[in-house]
């Protein structure tokens, strides 16, 4: 039976009758965290990368930010493409992109090929991660809409938690190329999964046809637009502050603190079940308290967590950075799910535009998030208390006239 119950039949469906199964849940899961799994795994394989490459380590970096920027622009174009033609052969050919690029970065024999590998993986991944938003948007509304973006998102920000033990596993045991094997291979389970199990969330009655021209004007008019632009920056920002943290964590924790690699991996790991129990909450919470107050009170917690951490850079302990992290993660995993919701609500025939739109947001501030934990004059965990905090800050000041446009 596919796993959205009897479409294109139930296209006709209202939103907020539609039931979210866990097949659903799972594909919508798996969609929205491999291009997210794909882009820490590698990190531990850094060293073995260098060496087989003959590269300085700390050019690797090109790595990240090379894929942060293919798969910023690349969804630009994919979410508006989908709402005029579909979701299902853009997540398909796009899986089928990333597969390439697995291939290619893992018989790499020099570093501009490994770099190409990295950026047809992310023009191919962009599409499943935009679109896994897309489809959740096409499919539910109100606080079924909530519940799904909350536990998927829940997966897209737990995936490079669980991405560096999983890769320090593979290449002590298999070489660095392994990891681009896994996340191929994954990539193709999740492609014959979804062609088997999905069909078109976004019928032809519902699709836009969109010139250049109109779509260049349709993104306009969504950053013009302060239902969307507001939410959608806020929780960029905050998104920003947690790739910030991936990349400050292993000077903090290997250089400053003197956590082995192993160690490093499972607190990336541990870090996870923070997320997941914030993921879990927002829903809950916002039933109770409505999602803007809670989303609040994610952005707050956020800029506590910059605060504790700047208080205690001069001499950073483990106690205090796990408590400082815990507390940031926690506020990230409610005003995720929850400001993605308020931003994509009002916009249902343009899912795939806006969700694109708000993708590029948080590619371009993880970008910049990133980029900022190595060029300030600043200790690594005073970089990311500057960070964490300004970042929050701002997201907070933004945020807050969403509660006048409720």
């Given at each position: 039976m596919s796993l959205i119950e009897t479409l294109p039949a139930d296209a006709a469906t209202p939103a907020a009758a539609r039931r979210l199964t866990p097949g659903l849940l799972a594909l919508l899961a798996g969609l929205a965290a491999i291009g997210a799994l794909s882009t820490n795994i590698i990190l531990p394989s850094f060293p073995s990368i260098a060496a087989a490459l003959h590269v300085p380590p700390r050019d690797l970096g090109l790595t990240l930010s090379s894929f942060f920027i293919a798969f910023a622009v690349g969804q630009l174009f994919v979410g508006?493409?989908?709402?005029?033609?579909?979701?299902?052969?853009?997540?398909?050919?796009?899986?089928?992109?990333?597969?390439?690029?697995s291939a290619v970065g893992a018989g790499a024999e020099s570093f501009p090929v490994l770099i190409a590998g990295r950026v047809v993986q992310a023009l191919g991944v962009c599409a499943s991660s935009v679109l896994s938003r897309a489809i959740a948007r096409d499919l539910f509304d109100g606080e079924t809409l909530a519940r799904a973006l909350s536990l998927?998102?829940?997966?897209?920000?737990?995936?490079?938690?669980?991405?560096?033990?999983?890769?320090?596993?593979?290449?002590?045991?298999?070489?660095?190329?392994?990891?681009?094997?896994?996340?191929?291979?994954?990539?193709?389970?999740?492609?014959?999964?979804?062609?088997?199990?999905?069909?078109?969330?976004?019928?032809?009655?519902?699709?836009?046809?969109?010139?250049?021209?109109?779509?260049?004007?349709?993104?306009?008019?969504?950053?013009?637009?302060?239902?969307?632009?507001?939410?959608?920056?806020?929780?960029?920002?905050?998104?920003?502050?947690?790739?910030?943290?991936?990349?400050?964590?292993?000077?903090?924790?290997?250089?400053?603190?003197?956590?082995?690699?192993?160690?490093?991996?499972?607190?990336?790991?541990?870090?996870?079940?923070?997320?997941?129990?914030?993921?879990?909450?927002?829903?809950?919470?916002?039933?109770?308290?409505?999602?803007?107050?809670?989303?609040?009170?994610?952005?707050?917690?956020?800029?506590?967590?910059?605060?504790?951490?700047?208080?205690?850079?001069?001499?950073?302990?483990?106690?205090?950075?796990?408590?400082?992290?815990?507390?940031?993660?926690?506020?990230?995993?409610?005003?995720?799910?929850?400001?993605?919701?308020?931003?994509?609500?009002?916009?249902?025939?343009?899912?795939?535009?806006?969700?694109?739109?708000?993708g590029f947001l948080q590619m371009a501030c993880a970008a910049l998030g990133t980029a900022l934990t190595t060029s300030l004059p600043l200790s690594a965990t005073g970089a990311l208390g500057v960070i964490l905090t300004g970042g929050s800050a701002l997201a907070l000041l933004i945020f807050h006239p969403t509660h006048r446009k409720a």
């Open positions: 508006p493409l989908s709402d005029r033609f579909g979701r299902r052969w853009f997540v398909l050919g796009g899986l089928t992109v990333f597969i390439v690029g998927t998102l829940v997966a897209m920000a737990a995936a490079p938690g669980f991405s560096p033990l999983l890769g320090s596993a593979l290449d002590a045991q298999f070489g660095w190329r392994a990891a681009f094997l896994v996340v191929g291979a994954l990539a193709a389970l999740l492609a014959l999964c979804y062609a088997m199990g999905a069909g078109e969330t976004h019928p032809a009655d519902r699709r836009a046809a969109a010139s250049l021209g109109a779509t260049m004007r349709d993104y306009g008019g969504l950053l013009a637009d302060l239902r969307f632009v507001l939410p959608a920056l806020a929780v960029s920002l905050v998104v920003g502050g947690l790739y910030a943290f991936f990349a400050a964590a292993p000077a903090i924790l290997i250089l400053s603190l003197g956590l082995s690699p192993l160690q490093l991996g499972l607190f990336f790991a541990a870090t996870v079940f923070v997320v997941f129990a914030g993921g879990l909450l927002a829903p809950r919470l916002a039933q109770k308290w409505g999602a803007r107050s809670i989303a609040t009170l994610g952005i707050v917690l956020a800029l506590l967590s910059g605060a504790l951490l700047l208080a205690a850079s001069a001499a950073p302990t483990f106690p205090g950075f796990a408590a400082a992290i815990t507390v940031f993660l926690l506020g990230m995993g409610l005003v995720n799910p929850l400001g993605t919701a308020i931003a994509l609500h009002p916009f249902g025939r343009q899912a795939g535009l806006a969700s694109a739109l708000l």
